[in-house]
Nanobody
Framework: VQLQASGGGLVQAGGSLRLSCAAS?????MGWFRQAPGKEREFVAA????????NYADSVKGRFTISIVTAENTAYLQMNTLKPEDTAVYYC???????????????WGQGTQVTVSS
């Protein structure tokens, strides 16, 4: 499975961005991870391919929404009320499992930069 992420950019605090991840085929689940400068990559959100189950990191609950349009093989991450601490490179990933663990994801997109200014 090949993944193509897009939608990053520069936004002021309190603003919104929507990330997209186009997949070349279907998988069991898709997720978003992020890596801020000097930090390890961390889990952000995940969704089952059916869209029936989602999971979020505590730091983004209530602000971010993950969704999937199976007809388009595309997952989205709607990010609202962005904070400077959300600044990171965001990666989409696909997995044969249901997991928040990075090692459970077999396929990775190239990453897209999100910068939130204060």
């Amino acid at each position: 499975v090949q993944l193509q992420a897009s939608g990053g950019g520069l936004v002021q605090a309190g603003g919104s961005l929507r990330l997209s991840c186009a997949a070349s085929g279907r998988t069991f689940s898709m997720g978003w991870f992020r890596q801020a400068p000097g930090k390890e990559r961390e889990f952000v959100a995940a969704i089952r391919w059916s869209g029936s189950i989602t999971n979020y990191a505590d730091s983004v609950k209530g602000r971010f929404t993950i969704s999937i349009v199976t007809a388009e093989n595309t997952a989205y991450l709607q990010m609202n009320t962005l904070k400077p601490e959300d600044t990171a490179v965001y990666y989409c990933a696909a997995s044969k499992y249901w997991s928040v663990l990075e090692r459970r994801y077999d396929y990775w997109g190239q990453g897209t930069q999100v910068t939130v200014s204060s």
